[in-house]
């Protein structure tokens, strides 16, 4: 995903000139050749990302189209508040292009750890959220947010489907179980995940890789009694969405994504992915259980 959004990006400066790129380190080696040919678009500001936010929206209030790109800790949480008010108080927009997800570079400890990125973005206003699935969704997703006017969050990560599902962001049906089937949602690369878990379950199982806005209206029509969530950051960041999206419904929601507990270890990414139980195993057996704990219907 990263090698794609480079590509990306190299090209949109070159093809348009309202395109500007802000660095804090991260990813400016493989930038050189963009900052060379534009330099006066291309700027690194060294290890400081609260300047990195600062600066793009400087930028925007020009009228360039800014993309800032850092780790996703350093990005959202360090820079929270420089996103809050010099974007966001400023009334311009940016788009926000992070790597390591919730733990991709878990080796290198919790510094580099940021499964609450989404969560904080979801406290600011009218922010659209990617996160793909598959390298192969990167390109159109980052076109898309830097032709758009307002801000928009990329979320990147090493973790990835087998192939693009793609799509404009609406819920799209990967596994039909018929009306009235519990429903699955899962957001980008826990797609495969999830429907390996779900295989001989009758659950329908819907994608997308872009939770904000979530698509309501999709969800509202493919939900029956019972919805589980599986978002590949902090678990239940969309709860309150789902729920006030049904909330003239009776229904229950199983929200499950990286838990809240710190685990305090290192490990790789993949073991961060079992230890949360976002891989088929724990997977199934969170929905398996949620279901087996859905009450009788009456008559029966």
Same mark, same amino acid.
């Given at each position: 995903m990263r090698d794609r959004f480079i590509e990306t990006t190299t090209t949109l400066l070159a093809e348009d000139p309202r395109t500007a790129l802000v660095l804090a380190?991260?990813?400016?080696?493989? $930038?050189?050749?963009?900052?060379?040919?534009?330099?006066?678009?291309?700027?690194?500001? #060294? &290890?400081? *990302?609260?300047?990195?936010?600062?600066?793009a929206g400087g930028l925007a209030l020009t009228g360039l189209r800014p993309i800032a790109h850092s780790y996703a800790p350093f990005l959202i949480e360090r820079a929270y508040e420089q996103i809050k008010l010099d974007l966001d108080h400023q009334g311009v927009g940016a788009v926000l292009v992070s790597i390591g997800a919730s733990y991709d570079r878990a080796e290198s400890g919790r510094t580099h750890l940021s499964p609450a990125d989404v969560s904080l973005i979801d406290t600011l206003h009218g922010w659209t959220v990617h996160v793909p699935g598959h390298p192969d969704e990167v390109p159109a997703l980052l076109r898309d947010a830097v032709a758009a006017d307002g801000s928009a969050y990329l979320r990147l990560s090493t973790l990835h489907n087998a192939r693009p599902y793609g799509g404009d962001g609406a819920l799209r049906v990967l596994r039909d179980a018929g009306p009235g089937a519990p429903l699955l949602v899962a957001v980008g690369p826990v797609a495969d995940a999830a429907l390996a878990a779900v295989g001989d379950l #009758?659950?329908?199982?819907?994608?997308?890789?872009?939770?904000?806005?979530? @698509?309501?209206?999709? !969800?509202? +029509?493919? +939900? =029956?009694? +019972?919805? &589980? !969530?599986?978002?590949?950051?902090?678990?239940?960041?969309?709860?309150?969405?789902?729920?006030?999206?049904?909330? @003239?419904?009776?229904h229950r929601l199983l929200a499950l994504g990286v838990g809240r *507990?710190?685990? /305090?270890?290192?490990?790789? %990414? *993949?073991?961060?992915? /079992?230890?949360?139980?976002?891989?088929?195993? =724990?997977?199934? /057996?969170?929905?398996?259980? $949620?279901? @087996?704990? %859905?009450?009788?219907?009456?008559?029966?």
């Open positions: 380190d991260i990813s400016a080696d493989a $930038f050189t050749p963009a900052a060379y040919r534009h330099p006066d678009r291309v700027l690194n500001v #060294g &290890i400081r *990302e609260q300047l990195l936010v600062g600066v #009758g659950v329908t199982v819907a994608y997308t890789h872009r939770p904000r806005p979530f @698509d309501t209206a999709g !969800l509202r +029509a493919l +939900a =029956g009694d +019972a919805v &589980i !969530l599986v978002e590949p950051y902090l678990a239940g960041t969309s709860a309150r969405v789902v729920s006030a999206a049904l909330a @003239d419904r009776p *507990e710190e685990l /305090r270890r290192y490990g790789s %990414a *993949e073991d961060h992915t /079992r230890w949360h139980g976002l891989d088929v195993t =724990g997977l199934r /057996r969170s929905v398996a259980g $949620f279901l @087996d704990a %859905a009450p009788v219907p009456a008559g029966r």
